[in-house]
């Protein structure tokens, strides 16, 4: 069964502190992962990954691509309090480009 | 604002019923994709539409159908609703197939 599993479920820290979240899969032809930060409303987009562009970085966040471990991390460094959100994965694969959504970390970022 | 407009914001309705959620792409992009997104569930994906054709299909159900027509608006119908069909329905676009997906504000549904 295709699957993404991320963890942990929900995370508390302090600003400023530096927080990495994990999301694995087990799909058949992975194409691409992605990842969504979603606030209150409609997902806002992060990063696509694939084969050809396993780490990108935009600011504090920075995410991997291990292809062999099936595997993504998102890191983010020197969190702030509107880094609080719902961080979803999500894994395109298959020739008919399924995508299928992990549960989502829950963020939450203390002054 | 994602450039993706999704029509009503809000709908209210009775189990049994029919309705029709509208969902206009950004200008340029060619794929719409559905998702439905409830507090049990989670995301899914349901349906993705690329220049008028069905690309690929996800976890949707029977009663729900949708199409895209020739100037890429979309629309997503419910029928026969439930109460479980209560959630957030949201469309997405992009370019095309594989590109990153920009997602709309979204309709909240909800069946008494």
């Known amino acids: 069964e295709d699957k993404v599993v991320q963890s942990p479920l929900s995370l508390v820290v302090h600003e400023g502190d530096t927080v990495t979240l994990n999301c694995s899969y087990e799909?058949?032809?992975?194409?691409?992962l992605l990842w969504y930060k979603q606030e209150k409303k409609a997902p806002t987009f992060l990063f696509m990954l694939?084969?050809?562009?396993i780490e990108k970085k935009s600011g504090r966040l920075s995410s991997i691509l291990d292809k062999k471990e099936l595997s993504s991390i998102l890191n983010i460094t020197a969190t702030q309090t509107g880094d609080s959100a719902i961080y979803l994965c999500?894994?395109?694969?298959?020739?008919?480009?399924?995508?299928?959504f992990g549960s989502g970390t829950r963020l939450s970022i203390r002054p | 604002d994602s450039g993706v407009t999704q029509t009503p914001k809000h709908l209210i309705t009775a189990t049994g019923q029919r309705v029709t959620l509208r969902c206009s792409p950004r200008s340029g992009d060619l794929s719409v994709y559905w998702y439905q997104q409830s507090l049990d569930q989670g995301l899914q994906f349901l349906i993705q539409y690329y220049n008028g054709e069905e690309r690929a299909k996800g976890n949707i159900l029977e009663r729900f159908s949708a199409q895209q027509f020739p100037d890429l608006h979309s629309e997503l119908n419910l029928s026969s609703l439930e109460l479980g069909d209560s959630a957030l329905y949201f469309c997405a676009s992009s370019v095309g197939t594989g590109d990153t997906q920009y997602f709309g504000p979204g309709t909240r549904l909800t069946v008494l």
């Open positions: 999500a894994v395109e694969y298959s020739s008919a480009s399924k995508i299928i």
């Open positions: 694939t084969s050809s562009g």
């Open positions: 799909v058949t032809n992975f194409r691409s």
